[in-house]
């Protein structure tokens, strides 16, 4: 008999945890970023000090990426210009990457900051050829992350010589 939860327990799970940080009052994606207790390095692309980008656990699509905004913001509208600024160059050095990376045909970019307690992160949705158009690509069902960690370090490679280029 297979003890293993399957992805949608291990979802459930995680869920309920960060339901039990947020009736805390605490932010579960700064709770994250300090300890590494709940997402742990989920496919780790790139981090630095402004950013984590990380392949999502549970994703929509193959390539479904999340860019975490380090310092905490609830919503994007709290970002100065620097900030924005910052945030969507790195988003678009991402989407390049994942065109070049994965053959995506067009990138989605979303961000949806919803719940009690939240924190500014920008989802990255790849489009394939034969890929239906359009804004269900956002609420298409969920599924398990699978070569995880080989996908991360695909992307990463090819980010690396981007972010080389980058002035300091």
Same mark, same amino acid.
């Given at each position: 008999?297979?003890?293993? *939860?399957?992805?949608?327990?291990?979802?459930?799970?995680?869920?309920?945890?960060?339901?039990?940080?947020?009736?805390?009052?605490?932010?579960?994606?700064?709770?994250?970023?300090?300890?590494?207790?709940?997402?742990?390095?989920?496919?780790?692309?790139?981090?630095?000090?402004?950013?984590?980008?990380?392949?999502?656990?549970? *994703?929509?699509?193959?390539?479904?990426?999340?860019?975490?905004?380090?310092?905490?913001?609830?919503?994007?509208?709290?970002?100065?210009?620097?900030?924005?600024?910052?945030?969507?160059?790195?988003?678009?050095?991402?989407?390049?990457?994942?065109?070049?990376?994965?053959?995506?045909?067009?990138?989605?970019?979303?961000?949806?900051?919803?719940?009690?307690?939240?924190?500014?992160?920008?989802?990255?949705?790849?489009?394939?050829?034969?890929?239906?158009?359009?804004?269900?690509?956002?609420?298409? *069902?969920?599924?398990?992350?699978?070569?995880?960690?080989?996908?991360?370090?695909?992307?990463?490679?090819?980010?690396? *010589?981007?972010?080389?280029?980058?002035?300091?």
């Amino acid at each position: 008999m297979n003890t293993t *939860p399957s992805w949608e327990e291990d979802r459930h799970r995680l869920n309920q945890e960060i339901e039990a940080l947020r009736e805390r009052g605490i932010c579960y994606s700064c709770h994250d970023l300090a300890t590494g207790s709940i997402f742990g390095q989920q496919a780790l692309i790139h981090e630095d000090d402004q950013f984590k980008v990380v392949l999502d656990q549970y *994703p929509r699509m193959l390539g479904h990426t999340i860019v975490i905004y380090k310092p905490h913001r609830e919503d994007i509208s709290e970002l100065s210009d620097e900030e924005v600024k910052s945030l969507f160059q790195r988003c678009l050095q991402v989407i390049k990457v994942l065109k070049i990376a994965l053959h995506a045909e067009k990138v989605y970019l979303n961000t949806m900051c919803d719940g009690s307690i939240n924190h500014v992160h920008i989802q990255l949705f790849p489009r394939y050829a034969g890929d239906p158009i359009g804004s269900k690509r956002f609420v298409l *069902p969920r599924g398990s992350l699978e070569n995880g960690e080989e996908l991360a370090r695909q992307i990463r490679y090819a980010l690396l *010589p981007i972010l080389e280029r980058q002035e300091p």
